[in-house]
């Protein structure tokens, strides 16, 4: 039986929002950006500089700055950069979850932290180009003209994040027990095969 859900998703594929439905549905805790507050809080580095830099690949000048301990405590000072002592405290915080209690995780690479679990539903969120395009207009309410330019981005940023941390490849099925296309199925479909299978 499955107790954790962690999802990957495309941008604007209905990702977050199908995590949240399940969630609710669930009863369950819903784990998101909300993990990086904890981050920030632990490592004590402002919220908004923790945002910004995971998710961001290396070689950009944000990611170079972190490696310095610019921002953090000096506190426990270790010879790892910010980038990465940001992302082993994420994974610690997300193992501590679990062990208490059922939840679903958007994003923070959980699907790979927790790949030796086998109460842990992995699931991949995709869409095709011009559904991900109509939401990212309508839902994230980003300029038409913008739109390509976003989707572009943020999935780069995803994936380069998740390669650079699992040794994967973002939205390689083959570590995924399930990929869903949210623009052929629709989010409540979605919502209900997740749902579904969590209660089985």
Not at 17 to 31: D, H, T
Request: glycine residues 8%.
């Amino acid at each position: 039986m499955y107790k954790i859900i962690t999802m990957e998703r495309e941008f604007a594929s209905g990702g977050n929002e199908i995590g949240k439905r399940v969630a609710k549905k669930l009863g369950i805790a819903l784990y998101d950006r909300s993990l990086l507050v904890e981050v920030a809080k632990r490592l004590e580095i402002p919220a908004i500089y923790v945002e910004q830099l995971e998710e961001t690949a290396p070689g950009s000048s944000i990611f170079n700055l972190s490696q310095t301990v610019l921002g953090g405590s000096q506190k426990g000072k270790t010879n790892l950069s910010l980038a990465e002592r940001i992302f082993l405290e994420e994974k610690k915080i997300i193992e501590e979850i679990v062990e208490k209690q059922d939840c679903v995780i958007v994003g923070r690479c959980a699907s790979y932290i927790l790949r030796d679990r086998p109460d842990c539903l992995k699931v991949f969120v995709r869409a095709d180009k011009q559904y991900r395009l109509n939401r990212a207009i309508e839902t994230e309410k980003i300029a038409k003209d913008d739109a390509d330019y976003f989707l572009r981005k943020a999935d780069k940023r995803r994936s380069d994040f998740y390669n650079t941390h699992t040794g994967w490849k973002w939205g390689d099925i083959e570590h995924f027990d399930i990929c869903l296309d949210s623009g052929s199925l629709g989010l409540d479909c979605c919502v209900d095969v997740l749902a579904g299978m969590m209660k089985k």
